[in-house]
C-alpha cells in the first residue's frame, strides 16, 4: 500500500517535443506529491510539488496534472530539450509524518536532437 | 548558501566491516532524511532525525543506525556490511515546516 509505481522505465522523445512520466499511488493518505529531477553523479533535485487540493500545478515548462479519485499524477515537460535528459522520480508523502518520502522507480529520460 | 554536503563521495569496505558516513545539512535545516539508492530497488528511505530525534523509520535491518548532532550534522552507520549494502547513500535536509528536501550528491559505498 506504500507503493508508488512509475512509468515508463524510459523515454525517447524529440527535441520540442512533450515528454509525459505517468505515476500511481494506492494510500490516500498520501497528500504531497513532489517530482524530482536527477543527472548522473548528482543527487536528486525537486522540480515542482503538488498537493490533491489543486488539479495541476505549472511552473515554467513543467506541468504536473494531478487525478485524486483515479490515485494517478503524471508529469508534462512541454518543449523538451536535450538539457532535460536525466532520470525523473515521482515521489509521495503525507502531512504529518514527518520528511519520509515514498519515490516511484523513476524514468530515464533521454531528448534527441 | 552552501547546499548539503556529505562525506566521503566513495567508499570501498570489505565485507563485514562497518562503516559512517556524514551529511551536513544546509544552515538553518533541522531535519535530514537518509535514503538509499540502487538500480534495482530504486530509492528507499532508510530514517529521518529532527531536533537530534529519530523522527521516522523505514524497513531497514538494524544494522542501520544514525544519529543527529546538536548542529543538525547527522551521520548514519551501517556495521557487518553485506554485499547487497553497496549503494548510493543520499542525505537530504529540510527546514521544519517545509516539505521541500533539498539532497546532497551522494556517497557511493561500494562493499567487496
Known amino acids: 500500500q506504500q507503493q508508488v509505481k512509475q512509468s515508463p522505465q524510459s523515454l525517447i522523445v524529440q527535441k520540442g517535443g512533450i515528454s509525459i512520466i505517468n505515476c500511481a499511488y494506492e494510500n490516500t493518505a498520501f497528500d504531497y506529491f513532489p517530482w524530482y529531477q536527477q543527472f548522473p553523479g548528482k543527487g536528486p533535485a525537486l522540480l515542482i510539488a503538488?498537493?490533491?487540493?489543486?488539479s495541476e500545478k505549472k511552473e515554467g515548462r513543467f506541468t504536473i496534472s494531478f487525478n485524486k479519485s483515479a490515485k494517478q499524477f503524471s508529469l508534462h515537460i512541454m518543449d523538451s530539450q536535450p538539457g532535460d535528459s536525466a532520470t525523473y522520480f515521482c515521489?509521495?508523502?503525507?502531512?504529518?509524518?514527518?520528511?519520509?518520502?515514498?519515490f516511484g522507480t523513476g524514468t530515464q529520460l533521454k531528448v534527441e536532437l | 548558501k552552501a547546499g548539503v554536503t556529505q562525506t566521503p563521495r566513495y567508499l570501498i569496505k570489505t565485507r563485514g566491516q562497518q562503516v559512517t558516513l556524514s551529511c551536513s545539512p544546509i544552515?538553518?535545516?533541522?531535519?535530514v532524511s537518509w535514503y538509499q539508492q540502487t538500480p534495482g530497488q530504486g530509492l528507499q528511505f532508510l530514517f529521518e532525525?529532527?531536533?537530534?530525534?529519530?523522527?521516522n523509520k523505514g524497513n531497514f535491518p538494524g544494522r542501520f543506525s544514525g544519529r543527529q548532532f546538536s548542529n543538525s550534522r547527522s551521520e548514519m552507520n551501517v556495521s557487518t556490511l553485506e554485499l547487497g549494502d553497496s549503494a548510493l547513500y543520499l542525505c537530504?535536509?529540510?527546514?521544519?515546516?517545509?516539505?521541500?528536501?533539498?539532497f546532497g550528491p551522494g556517497t557511493r559505498l561500494t562493499v567487496l
Open positions: 544552515s538553518g535545516h533541522r531535519s
Open positions: 503538488i498537493r490533491p487540493d489543486v
Open positions: 532525525y529532527f531536533s537530534e530525534t529519530q523522527r
Open positions: 515521489a509521495a508523502g503525507i502531512t504529518g509524518g514527518g520528511n519520509k518520502l515514498t
Open positions: 537530504a535536509s529540510s527546514r521544519e515546516q517545509d516539505r521541500e528536501q533539498f
